[in-house]
């Protein structure tokens, strides 16, 4: 496996319960995104780590939205008590900083909050 | 704050024409600079980088150009094949590349066959 890769596809909840989603990047890409998308707008910027350090969180759009990468590896992005507004595509990506951080993005996780 | 625009918002033309996609920015402080395609309901593919250094660089039948004193990118897509509908989104990085990127809206693009 190559590429950038994301579970779950796709995830239907209910408001008010927690949700996580995985990342696996590219192996040995020591930087790793999330952005949200939602219908008819680009990619927005949620946070990003530097090997397993977080980097830059004040994007995260609240406090019920939560980010690790605990090993450097693999990456979860965690929301809390789901809203309705959270529903949107939620992407990876990953780059090496040594070849001018070029992202390569995963397939996405599509969330749906009913 | 960075903003990226870029026009048109949808586009649609013959197969075989050559295009032009328009991405514009208003800070010239930028890392770089990345095309990338989406189709629907997928994630996105890049296509082409650009180092805030260069001034174009190529992929087939892909020719991207940066011009940073003019806060401008074009993405030129020869001889157009219907293969090419897609979303083509603009991104950059600001500043010094610690950061992530920041999107245009993406322009829709039809080739009709």
């Known amino acids: 496996d190559t590429g950038v890769s994301q579970d779950p596809r796709h995830k239907i909840t209910k408001r008010g319960q927690n949700v996580t989603f995985r990342c696996d990047p590219i192996?040995?890409?020591?930087?790793l995104y999330w952005y949200r998308q939602t219908l008819g707008q680009g990619p927005e910027f949620l946070t990003y780590?530097?090997?397993?350090?977080?980097?830059?969180k004040s994007r995260l759009l609240s406090d019920r939205f939560s980010a690790e990468r605990p090993k450097g590896s693999f990456s979860t992005l965690e929301i809390q008590r789901t809203e309705q507004g959270d529903s949107a595509m939620y992407l990876c990506a990953s780059s090496l900083l040594e070849f001018y951080n070029e992202q390569f993005f995963g397939p996405g996780t599509r969330l749906t909050v009913l | 704050k960075q903003e990226v625009t870029q026009i048109p918002a949808a586009l649609s033309v013959p197969e075989g024409e050559n295009l032009v996609l328009n991405c514009s920015f208003t800070d010239s402080a930028i890392y770089n600079l990345q095309w990338f395609r989406q189709d629907p309901g997928k994630g996105l593919t890049s296509l082409l980088l650009i180092q805030s250094s260069q001034r174009e660089q190529t992929s087939g039948r892909l020719n991207a150009s940066l011009d940073k004193s003019s806060g401008r990118s074009t993405l030129y897509i020869a001889a157009s094949q219907p293969g090419d509908s897609a979303t083509y989104l603009c991104a950059l990085i600001p500043g010094g590349g610690a950061d992530g990127l920041t999107f245009g809206k993406g322009t829709h693009l039809i080739i009709q066959p």
């Open positions: 192996s040995e890409h020591n930087r």
């Open positions: 780590f530097q090997n397993e350090a977080q980097l830059e």
